[in-house]
Nanobody, 116 residues
């Protein structure tokens, strides 16, 4: 059973930066195909922010390209999201996930609030 715990969410002014972390425990790292981040703003659907596959290939939503960078820790122990040039539109709960052949595991989320 994969367990994911996020941290790093905070209140920040527009133009600022945050680094989100998601630590994995449990599960077999060899079956993890990808890890990533989604976000959900109030009244909106959950949407992809970025993900990264086992071979290091990263994929970003258009809204965050050039501002956010995703990376994975050794042995898929963690996934990180460096967020720069934050905008009020980035305000949301950010959820970490891990994709396996058996399904997708999710963390509990961490709140990011960007003030204008």
């Amino acid at each position: 059973q994969v367990r994911l715990v996020e941290s790093g969410g905070d209140l920040v002014q527009a133009g600022g930066s945050l680094r989100l972390s998601c630590v994995r425990s449990g599960g077999n790292l060899f079956v993890i195909q990808a890890m990533g981040w989604h976000r959900q703003a109030p009244g909106k659907q959950r949407e992809l922010v970025a993900d990264i596959t086992s071979d290091g290939t990263a994929n970003y939503a258009d809204a965050v390209k050039g501002r956010f960078t995703i990376s994975m820790g050794n042995f898929k122990s963690a996934v990180y999201l460096q967020m720069n040039s934050l905008e009020p539109e980035d305000t949301a709960i950010y959820y970490c996930n891990a994709r396996t052949p058996g399904g997708v595991y999710w963390g509990q989320g961490t709140q990011v609030t960007v003030s204008s």
